[in-house]
């Protein structure tokens, strides 16, 4: 009889237990509903991608009349839209590129003009969006994709690396990577030791990934348009403080078909007592001070803006040692393995090796972790002065 009981009870206790369980399984639906509903969402509507222009118009800056100066920021939004407009297989990917319109305002406008299907917001996670970015390449697109600062690529290396760098040269040639991984490069103002790092040496010794450090805004549009439509990975290192920096800029440099070469030079100042070799921002500071030791001591300092890392277009160096007799060269990044020691080495395996007067000298970043503090972190990387004062004495004038 008790055993009768029981089994009575237990399918009893069931069907309570099942609906203490439905119960509580539609209350947490209606908390989660509530939840979702009382979360604001951003959204943006999709729609068909809108142009700058119509057909059969031109943009502004590339009428009759066109600027006479632009912005770096300017000059990278600019050549985006441009390719944008031109190829559909270009989109661009990245953190905060769309709805906040880029962290540097690269980006501004272009979520507006060619929807959200093209200039895509990502969480931050740099390993995956890279991933993505380096997969759409080869399947066939040509990604644009923004990190905040190239300090954060760090955590994409084996994809810019391994997956990017080597597919194209793996497959005999078959599967190409045009994606183009640009950002800020190098040493702020007062963002510390890990926000403040240049990566110019680390990615241009990497076989299969070309490198690019512009300094104007011409450098800027003409090598970032021709990155985004080269065959290879392309690393574009901008610099943060360079962005509200206005260049002059030519009609020619406007033009929608205006593109640099990849790979090749440019001598922004002609001289004949010392060749200084640079780029990024330290084009500006080798600039100053050949204006002033000209003024000064009548020194003649021919410039160099590098443009391209890799490939590293030595022969314009060779030439201008040659002319000069003596090389200096400036970044700002460490000393050790540094651009400036891998051009000097090249100098001294060339034919340029025997006009030489002097050793050749580096002026670089100090080697140590960025100091956060203002009164240290200035006195971290060279400027003006200290290049004024490294080719006195280079040249036995002090």
Known sequence: MASRAASRLIPSASRSIRSLS????TASKLVSRNALASTPVARVARSAPKFLVGQGQTRSASSDEGASTMTVREALNSAL?????????????????????????????????????RVIDTPITESGFTGMAVGAALAGLRPVCEFMTWNFAMQSIDQIVNSGGKTYYMSGGNVPCPVTFRGPNGAAAGVGAQHSQDFSAWYGSIPGLKVISPWSAADCRGLLKAAIRDPNPVCFLENELLYGVSFPITKEELSEDFTLPIGKAKVEKEGSDVTIVTH?????????????????TGIKVE???LRSIRPLDIDTIIKSVKKTNHLITAEQGFPAFGVGSEIIAQI????????????????????VPTPYAESLEGMAFPDTNVLVKVIKRHLYRQ
């Open 348 to 367: 001294c395996e060339s034919s340029a090796f025997d006009f030489l007067d002097a050793p050749p000298e580096r002026v670089t970043g100090a080697d």
């Open 303 to 305: 410039v160099i803006n």
């Open 22 to 25: 439905t119960v509580s399984s």
């Open 280 to 296: 990024s921002k330290m084009v500006t500071h080798a600039l100053e001070a050949a204006e002033i030791l000209e003024k000064e």
């Open 81 to 117: 839209e441009e390719e944008m407009i031109r190829d559909e297989t270009v989109f661009i990917i990245g953190e905060e590129v769309a709805r906040y319109n880029g962290a540097y305002k690269v980006t501004k406008g272009l979520l507006d003009k060619f929807g959200e299907d």
